[in-house]
């Protein structure tokens, strides 16, 4: 009953997860957060990427989580539905594996399914030896010249989008005492979390999925903050993990709204590493991301957002900035639209 | 790529979940828990049960366990392994439904793969309208008559087996002030636990693999007390959930030794449930189950036990009780493996 | 309240953390357990303390708790809200950190936040080369030589404290058979816990936090037991951490009522620890502690608590100093509202 895909394709395909949404993975109207989610795909792509840098001879190693590709949150999940998680790789270049995940919400009661996200994760298999030394990937066959040509295009894009973001760092978020209702002070937040042996992989490093739980879990108290409402995720911009992080450390996970429209609300979160104990190494910024969320009435229907107050330059700044994002996304999206019709 | 079965087949097989072993799941010298493993087990029995338990008309419902058939735990699993489960339904009857899950390990480092459990549970769908009232199960379709006759074999005689164990109760474990060693008041043990949300079923009452969890986490302890070294999960005897366990309820969960073979010990464990707040409902045994345990040493090979000291009459009775049992499955393996043959 | 520090007083101030409480925290009709709280409270100063102890040179430490005083939970905290817990270095000795920490519940929705806890704890720090080392405190700037000396008064009278309580130990909690209601041994609990790697700091011991969780939870369940509805944290006595507790233990949480006001009740609750495979080191109290719990009813207002039956001398001679504590501290919240007019 449980056959296994036989040769080369064993690879490629073959992870699926099926699990439970619990109340713990919801929040208080039973809306799953997108964090849970994100950790589901990130533990799926995990998998299959490290099972399969580690089908040649050579050192053994681990995949880790180098860059997710902006990832939209079709339609909220709920408590007691099953998420289906599966994962392919479509594309291997010298040292990166792309993995393509699907996830799938299931009402095991009405039969019910949608397609809850789609997502596509970049990682690169570091030495279980030398936890420094990227390995070699091996190649996966394709269906067609076109497939290659087009997985190599993909990555040729994110290369170059990696390089950029590489230097955005080094802000930090200051607090405000006695902030204003609908300020960018009133709703930023931020936790710190010890890094424990479950948040990690074989070689002690933090799953990259454990990061974005974390960034959700921020982002989604900034946005309640703000709109004192039921909120959701409904996309979360490409993050790039430039630095690892190690077991012991601590992070510090921050975030601050940037941008409103009319339906949505855009909270730069931010993640540094405190290697505690190696205290000389210093502190450091390991990623950042820009989650976008909505609020939701009663009936799942999107409420108004109200509008973030500005208050100096910087803020009015990063506000045209998401704009800029925001329209980008939404031309986007209807050029999507428009293509499949 | 993720293709659902078509048509009818949908609802027999399809469920297979793929989880990394975390440190959290195993014990300290890595072996995974016995009841890490029964708790994937019975997820993924509940998730395809409850499924097909409601692809008809009528009441929506939720598939409760009844009962596990003995299960062995054939090859260790370790941190950093994947287990991949994989359940489909093999019988129905009016009333119940057989699942039969497959677990399997998979070193992603080396590709190694083992089978490493084979468990058959039976589940009884409950309405969600009212969780006194046992639903009908819509019967599968066979792939022979012959199927579907050893399927009924396997429901009757369950079902006499369910009834016999059905007033097996009442036994409290009474503590022993200064226990010598090797005796069985040195080694028993007891845990309460407050039943929590996610412990718990949409009807609010405990799934079957958090009591399984529970019961080898007790079952363990007793083991590693009595023979202070490396114990793992050998096999569990066929466990009766007579009664469901509320949200809310306080468990107890208590564990002696009742037999020792020269390589291997039988454990007896309770759970009792009281349901605090609603008190005049009084205290209940909910289940019983045998659990039997091997000691490892560093190269996972097992060592010899020590003996069970026993102390009195009643002590001497479960002692050849456990005798028989031990006996009894010893013939059967053997018998299975000339059979195999 | 959420001061952020510049340059040097980064190591003093500077911990902030912000979580939503999920229904886990919480019991069943929503208020989170006072167990909950306590963890992150010591979350936060574990952090903030292993932070400090390395910021010189020389061996690299973890900040291990030795003491937390008396600490109240001044309201419920329910599940949706936000804790922030913020956590500040207010004295160091040679080879002492007292940390202060604040509770701050947020409801999101409205907006409203209240003070749940205040509480101070004591760390001191263990090499990482030699777990029996304790490592130098680098000192910490005062903002005036009062604050210093107040400091050095809270030091001085802790130690003596925890001299004192160094050899309350030895008793244990007898099970009675067909106990009475409302007698101590109706409602006397006790759980195992294996020690689990997330249950430890770098170093293989226990958290703090982890340790008062499950003292809370046992003692959780002794007031439910006994009274029978809804109970909640009141106050927690000073707890001195005698002895570390190692990966690997079993420990074994006890709990009995020892007084009952009107409506108050007093739980002591031992710890102890037993490391299994070096079993030559025996078992060992490592710590106890007194829990106060109330009962609430549906508007969360204080019931009335049903009177201890007490039965023996031991049991008079307890309830009578647990009368003692409970006068002394109604005396000393008494003193402090005085104080404060």
Redesign the interface.
């Known amino acids: 009953?449980?056959r296994?895909p036989v040769g080369k394709m064993l690879t490629r395909?073959a992870?699926?997860?099926?699990?439970?949404m619990?109340?713990?993975d919801a929040?208080?109207v039973g809306n799953v957060h997108g964090g849970t989610i994100l950790k589901m795909i990130e533990?799926?792509g995990?998998?299959i990427g490290?099972?399969h840098c580690?089908?040649q001879t050579g050192d053994?190693?681990v995949a880790a989580l180098a860059r997710v590709e902006r990832t939209d949150f079709l339609y909220p999940m709920f408590i007691?539905e099953?998420a289906?998680v599966?994962a392919?790789i479509t594309y291997t270049s010298k040292h990166s594996v792309e993995v393509q995940v699907?996830v799938?919400s299931?009402n095991?009661?009405?039969?019910s399914?949608k397609v809850t996200n789609k997502a596509t994760l970049w990682y690169v298999p570091f030495s279980?030896q030398n936890v420094d030394k990227i390995t070699e990937v091996p190649p996966i066959e394709y269906f067609s010249p076109e497939q290659e040509e087009q997985g190599k295009k993909r990555y040729e894009a994110q290369k170059i989008e990696r390089m950029e973001t590489k230097d955005r760092n080094g802000e930090v978020i200051?607090?405000v005492?006695l902030p204003e209702?609908y300020t960018v002070g009133f709703s930023q937040?931020?936790?710190?979390?010890?890094v424990?042996?479950?948040d990690c992989t074989?070689h002690g490093f933090v799953h990259g999925g454990v990061t974005m739980k974390l960034m959700d879990?921020?982002a989604?108290?900034v946005a309640?903050?703000h709109c004192?409402?039921n909120i959701v995720t409904a996309s979360v911009d490409a993050i790039n993990f430039h630095r690892k992080i190690k077991?012991?450390c601590?992070i510090t996970v921050s975030g601050r709204m940037t941008f409103t429209s009319n339906k949505s609300m855009e909270i730069e979160v931010f993640v540094d590493a405190?290697p505690?104990?190696?205290?000389e190494k210093g502190k450091y910024r390991a990623v950042t991301a820009f989650f976008t969320y909505i609020s939701l009435d009663k009936d799942n229907k999107p409420l108004p957002v109200p509008p973030l107050k500005l208050e100096g330059e910087e803020e009015q700044k990063r506000f045209e900035e998401g704009k800029a994002r925001y329209l980008q996304n939404k031309a986007k999206r209807l050029a999507d639209k428009e293509h499949k019709q």
């Open positions: 009953m449980f296994l395909l992870i699926i997860t099926s699990r439970i619990r109340p713990d929040n208080i533990e799926a995990c998998i490290t099972r580690n089908t053994r190693c007691g099953v289906h599966s392919e699907n799938l299931e095991i009661l009405t039969g399914k279980l200051t607090p005492s209702p937040s931020s936790l710190i979390h010890l424990g042996p479950s074989l879990e921020v989604g108290i309640a903050r004192k409402t077991k012991g601590v405190d505690l104990v190696e205290a």
